[in-house]
């Protein structure tokens, strides 16, 4: 009796692990089998867009950004880079752990779940991990990301052990949070590159096709707005850290020179946001971070330059 007993609980703990959703997550690729097409699982229609926020054509919302990435094996991350628009329901508190509070000052960045109702309501929500500010810009502060916050943000996707997050260089493109907008002026719109030279959404694809780590051979012409400015001190080497956006994607100029691979920049107001550039140099892969290397920039509208 007793040794029937114990099969019989066997059975029934096999009976529900069955019906865990963990057995779908544990098993990422394409899949037919899914959480979605169980009865009863239907999660209520997205919360309409609030007005007044700009969403880019084609953007998808966090159900959506969840479906795709139940398509992606395990570590795989998506081809196309999407806007996913949500409303951010809290924060991670693991990724806020104890170094949070020197960590944020230096990357500027905070870890974020979307969800696509207001209330939170329904079994998806999307993870934006490490997700910086505008075009890549570092957050300032904690005001700009509230729970309540209506977002669009810009990144791919990635299967991460059956988490759906975001890939390499997650930025917010537009928010309703008032001190966000305050803190990101709107972009002015970025030239068409002219022939021989390449859009910063081209740089960044080319950067992701690269190993992590690794630099490409070719030297890129890379036309592009200035959306930021990390550095507060020329010092001794003339160089200075900035972010430039065609309105779509950005790249991280790091250490970059001026006029050629040695020249020099001699005043902080000579790299401004808003200024158009050109900025020459070979593309590395930092972190799925698309980074000019050693690049130089060769054309400027600021009249400083």
Request: hydrophobic fraction near 30%; include cysteine.
């Amino acid at each position: 009796m007793k040794k029937s007993f114990i099969i019989s609980a066997m059975a029934l703990a096999l009976l529900f692990a069955g019906c865990d959703e963990k057995a779908y997550i544990q098993s990422p690729g394409e899949q037919t089998n899914v959480p979605d097409s169980i009865p009863g699982l239907t999660d209520p229609d997205p919360t309409p867009d609030p007005e007044g926020v700009p969403v880019p054509e084609g953007t998808i919302n966090v159900n959506d950004a969840v479906k795709l990435g139940r398509k992606l094996a395990g570590g795989q991350t998506s081809t196309e880079k999407y806007f996913i628009k949500g409303w951010v329901v809290s924060f991670d508190s693991k990724g806020r752990g104890d170094n949070f509070e020197t960590d944020f000052p230096k990357y500027g960045n905070d870890y974020v779940w979307l969800s696509a109702r207001q209330d939170g309501q329904g079994t998806k929500q999307f993870y934006a991990y490490r997700v910086l500010g505008k075009f890549g810009a570092k957050l300032p502060d904690l005001e700009c990301i509230h729970v309540g916050d209506f977002v669009v943000i810009s990144c791919y996707l990635m299967n991460y052990n059956g988490t759906y997050e975001s890939s390499g260089a997650c930025f917010v493109y537009s928010s309703t949070n008032a001190h966000f907008n305050e803190v990101y002026p709107a972009f002015p719109g970025c030239p068409i590159p002219e022939e021989g030279e390449i859009s910063v959404t081209d740089a960044e694809k080319y950067a992701l096709s690269l190993a992590k780590g690794t630099t490409g051979s070719e030297e890129k012409r890379i036309r592009g707005v200035v959306t930021g400015v990390e550095t507060t001190d020329l010092g001794n080497y003339g160089n200075i850290t900035f972010n430039i956006s065609d309105g779509l994607s950005y790249a991280k100029c790091y250490q970059t020179y001026k006029g050629s691979a040695t020249g020099k920049f001699t005043n902080l107001n000579q790299v401004e946001v808003g200024d158009t550039v050109l900025v020459v140099g070979k593309i590395q892969n930092y972190q799925n971070t698309c980074e000019p290397y050693r690049a130089y920039v060769a054309e400027s509208t600021n009249p400083n330059f």
